[in-house]
């Protein structure tokens, strides 16, 4: 893995009606600019329904990607 800035992006979102025109593409290809000019070495982003989208853009997995919900201790 290079080393340097991690650019984290968040799931595109496109509606139905505006996909399969290139704007999902479009969107991650600025983000991807926005992050090389910021140094970035890597792009990373989690995903559960998308994968085969960001895969068709270059995108490969590398982790696993684990949570926690914590309980709500604002009580304590």
């Known amino acids: 893995m290079p080393a340097g800035p991690v650019a984290w992006a968040g799931e595109v979102f496109v509606l139905s009606q505006y996909r399969g025109r290139g704007v999902g593409r479009a ?33 490969e997995e590398s982790a696993i990607y684990l949570r926690k919900i914590l309980d709500d201790q604002s009580s304590e």
């Not at 970035?40 to 998308?50: D, G, H, I, K, S």
């Open 27 to 59: 969107l991650m290809s600025a983000s991807g600019q926005w992050a090389a000019a910021r140094n970035c070495t890597l792009v990373a982003l989690a995903t559960r329904r998308a994968a085969p989208f960001y895969r068709a853009l270059g995108y």
